[in-house]
């Protein structure tokens, strides 16, 4: 499984990004997809996460009502819409993969627990 992420930059407060994680080597569709960011002592944040079986979708409260995920299973990407970025977004952005089986999500966000695979990340810095 290789995953290639895109799509950060420096957007101001207000703004708008769209990131985009292009996913191969999968072989079914029991997985998902997830956005994690990582900031300086904040440590690692699954923002959203998205399932490849019917694409139910799940989305961390910091990020609720501002963020999009959505998939295109014919070109294997998964995006992640964000909208009124704030300067707390600012964070290194990263997707990765887990069976199913492994992801749970609450108020916290998406978890990976095991069998995770993960992209080299974007960098989005949310300033004016």
């Known amino acids: 499984v290789q995953l290639q992420a895109s799509g950060g930059g420096l957007v101001q407060p207000g703004g708008s990004l769209t990131l985009s994680c292009v996913a191969s080597g999968f072989t079914k569709d029991d997985y998902a997809i997830g956005w994690f960011r990582e900031a300086p002592a904040l440590g690692r944040e699954g923002v959203s996460c998205i399932s490849a079986k019917d694409g139910s979708a799940f989305y961390a409260d910091s990020v609720k009502g501002r963020f999009a995920i959505s998939r295109d299973n014919v070109k294997n990407t998964v995006s992640l819409q964000m909208n009124s970025l704030k300067p707390e977004d600012t964070a290194t952005y990263y997707c990765?993969?887990?069976?199913?089986?492994?992801?749970?999500?609450?108020?916290?966000?998406?978890?990976?627990?095991?069998?995770?695979?993960w992209g080299k990340g974007t960098l989005v810095t949310v300033s004016s």
């Open positions: 990765g993969t887990a069976p199913l089986y492994a992801v749970t999500a609450d108020a916290g966000g998406c978890k990976f627990h095991a069998g995770g695979s």
